[in-house]
């Protein structure tokens, strides 16, 4: 498809193909040279359905979804973090113990207060749990 | 004995680089031969950005703020205590609870304050979205104003080539202001008026401190009419006439005064004696390139202390830290620095109340407006809600 030819343009478009540069034309005709295809198979209308579909959705976002899709990102996001950090650490002190603590040594271990607050922190999550199953349901 | 790398600050600056020196040195955190410490005066960590949503009525303290050792990995030792004194030639810093610390490595991220009272009747008469309290109080003022005149004037430091906090905050909150009163329905009887020095770090007689951003400024403003003068040095104000005086000798009259107020260092960093700043500002001398403080061995700065030419800016901070735990790691592990900060910050501004406008620059290159638009402001509302807090556990 030669544009450049194309004698029947409005004055307008005419104008604005003749100002582009050799390079710029070459590569405007290899782009719709690609296009043809999917604008005869209609594979276009998809990408235009998809950017109408985008814009519905930032123009529908208001403060009050962000502010609730947000809170879940950095809940997931911080929860994930946090976990992963704890594993690493506790995994490292674990690797760097000459041996595994005795019994005496694990119980010597607990008298250190961010252990007891760690384990009461377990033990509150035990709690938690318990209270989110202590309602039996009764069959229907 | 572990190497202890002390941060002091545990704000943006501080909580990200901490949290990037644990992972980048990793191996020797985890075998004990260094040991990352953070010295903070307070609990919480605030998303001090968030303090100009808040004179929109768009945030409770609550959802700004999030506890410090919450956005710290658990390597990190936290202590909150308030650095009182800084002895340099004795590797140690000096509590104001009797605490000392010593250090290895020191990087000081402690932020700026901003200083209305600065300027005679400014802290009495004028109003700022710079700190949590006086930007409810603008609240109240923005939500109640029914007619009259909003003057607004941004004021530098004395220091040559120092901006002042966050360079795009006067004109985002020009743009809030209108937005706010036109959703009031009371913009037609509110005069906005937007000013700008004299001197705007290289710029002179400008509306902006880059060039490209003050040339379509007016366009934007005229747009909204918004009324702007140049060349508005604020001298003092007459809280009791409330005008508010320029060096240049105007007189303007106001109902509210929305001023970014005069900034300086914390007292600590002004008292330790190493900076040259006039005017009791307190910037630390600092190498722009490995961000070192000049002539104190191990010691770094970054964010809102230093004397660089950069917007003092949590975009700033994000471009400085990396660089910073760099330099640490190739100290400790080769005995030599290793890499130099470009001077680039990247924000995303928020331009009105719903659009926003990605921005980036550095020392070679400024910024190069593009159309705001509420894609934009949508990364800037999830920016505010939620990508922040990754941004300070060092995970963006
Ligand atoms: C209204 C407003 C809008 C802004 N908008 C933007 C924006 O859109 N984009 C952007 O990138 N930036 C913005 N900023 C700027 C950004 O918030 C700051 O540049 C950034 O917080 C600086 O980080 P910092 O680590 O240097 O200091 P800060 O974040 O201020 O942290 C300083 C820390 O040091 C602690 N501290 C102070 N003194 C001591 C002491 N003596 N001992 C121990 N601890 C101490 C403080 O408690 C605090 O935790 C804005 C700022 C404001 C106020």
């Not at chain 1, 296009?35 to 519905?56: C, Y």
Request: overall charge negative; charged content about 25%; glycine content about 8%.
């Amino acid at each position: 498809m030669n544009i450049t030819n194309n004698t029947e343009l409005p004055l307008e478009q005419t104008n604005s193909i003749r100002e582009l540069s050799p390079a710029a034309q070459a590569g405007l005709e290899e782009l719709i040279d690609k296009v043809e295809p999917l604008l005869a198979g209609r594979r276009l209308n998809r990408i235009v359905d998809v950017m109408s579909i985008t814009a519905d959705v930032v123009d529908m976002t208001d403060d009050y979804m962000i502010e609730k899709l947000c809170k879940v990102y950095e809940e997931a996001i911080g929860g994930i973090w946090n976990a992963g950090n704890l594993a690493r650490m506790a995994g490292s002190e674990v690797r760097n113990m000459e041996e595994p603590p005795s019994t005496w040594g694990l119980v010597k271990m607990a008298r250190d207060p961010e252990v007891r607050r760690g384990l009461a922190f377990m033990i509150m999550m035990a709690k938690g749990l318990g209270r989110q199953t202590s309602e039996p349901l009764p069959e229907e | 004995m572990a190497k202890r790398i002390l941060i002091i600050g545990g704000g943006i600056g501080g909580t990200m680089t901490a949290n990037h020196l644990v992972s980048k040195l990793y191996p020797e955190v985890s075998s004990k031969k260094v040991e990352v410490m953070m010295l903070s005066n307070s609990p919480w960590h605030y998303y001090k950005p968030a303090f100009m949503y808040v004179a929109f009525n768009k945030f409770f303290k609550d959802e700004l703020r999030r506890p410090q050792q919450s956005l710290l990995r658990p390597e990190i030792k936290f202590v909150v205590d308030e650095v009182a004194e800084f002895d340099f030639s004795g590797s140690r810093v000096n509590c104001s609870s009797g605490q000392s610390f010593d250090y290895d490595y020191l990087i000081i991220s402690t932020g700026c304050v901003p200083s209305p009272e600065r300027i005679e009747g400014l802290k009495e008469a004028g109003d700022h979205f710079y700190q949590y309290d006086p930007a409810r109080n603008l609240a109240k003022k923005l939500m109640t104003i029914e007619k009259g005149r909003i003057f607004i004037t941004v004021n530098f430091p004395k220091m040559a080539n120092v901006p002042h906090q966050c360079g795009i905050a006067p004109i985002e909150t020009t743009l809030m202001v209108d937005d706010l009163l036109r959703k009031r329905g009371v913009r037609d009887k509110v005069e906005i008026v937007y000013t700008y020095p004299t001197v705007a770090q290289l710029l002179r007689n400008c509306l902006f401190l880059q060039k490209d951003t003050c040339d379509v400024l007016p366009t934007v403003f005229e747009q909204r009419d918004i009324k702007f003068q140049r060349s508005f040095t604020l001298d003092h104000v007459d809280p009791d006439k409330k005008i508010a005086v320029s060096e240049e000798g105007k007189e303007e009259d106001f109902d509210i005064l929305m001023a970014t107020p005069p900034i300086r260092a914390v007292d600590a960093v002004i008292n330790s004696g190493v900076s040259k700043a006039p005017n009791n500002e307190g910037w630390l001398p600092t190498n722009h390139e490995t961000m070192e403080v000049y002539g104190l061995e191990n010691v770094f700065v970054m964010g809102d202390t230093v004397d660089l030419p950069v917007s003092k800016a949590g975009g700033s901070c994000h471009s400085q830290s990396p660089v910073i735990v760099n330099n640490i790691a190739s100290l400790i592990r080769l005995g030599h620095l290793f890499d130099t900060y470009d001077g680039r910050v990247v924000a995303i501004a928020q331009m009105g109340l719903e659009d926003g406008m990605p921005l980036w620059y550095d020392y070679e290159s400024d910024v190069q407006p593009t159309p705001p638009n509420k894609l934009g402001g949508l990364m800037r509302k999830s920016f505010n809600r939620g990508v922040y807090w990754s941004v300070a556990r060092g995970l963006v």
